[in-house]
């Protein structure tokens, strides 16, 4: 049951580590275009480009971090939760809800670089994954089936 509850709490964290992540990214490049009057083109986002502004690797890390990691975590949220189900009431609906909401998370996050509009889902979205993450994290109670089998 520990396991569970580490897992869900690291999942909480990583999405507040996102937020924070591309929040320091916007700050940098915002800080880099309007106090350093650079420029931004396209050639300044390309993987390969030289150009080094301040939040760079917050965008790189929210990347890495969301598009792999994350996910992971969540896939591993997953299996404890099938290995603990009798001794965790209601802990694998959590564990596949955080997973679907995380599968919806990077669908968001990769489709919002065609439609900048979707951003808003994305944000919108991790929301519901940190709150249910931090739940399932908070609400560990024995399942009836556990406490009647002791």
Do not use: C
Not at 56 to 75: R, Y
Not at 84 to 103: D, E, K, Q, W, Y
């Amino acid at each position: 049951m520990r396991l569970y509850r580490v897992l869900a709490s690291l999942v909480a964290l990583g999405v507040v580590v996102q937020a924070a992540l591309v929040a320091y990214g916007i700050a940098g490049l915002t800080h880099w275009i309007y106090d350093e009057r650079n420029t931004a083109t396209r050639a300044t986002f390309e993987e390969d480009s030289t150009v080094d502004y301040g939040g760079k690797l917050g965008f790189d890390l929210h990347g890495e971090l969301g598009a792999l990691w994350l996910p992971l975590l969540a896939l591993a949220f997953l299996v404890v939760a099938v290995v603990t189900r009798r001794s965790v009431g209601h802990g694998l609906r959590f564990a596949g809800i955080v997973l679907g909401l995380m599968v919806l998370q990077a669908v968001l996050g990769f489709v919002a670089l065609a439609v900048p509009g979707l951003a808003v889902l994305h944000a919108a979205n991790a929301l519901a994954l940190f709150s249910t993450a931090a739940y399932a994290a908070l609400r560990l109670t024995p399942s009836p089936r556990a406490i009647g089998s002791s």
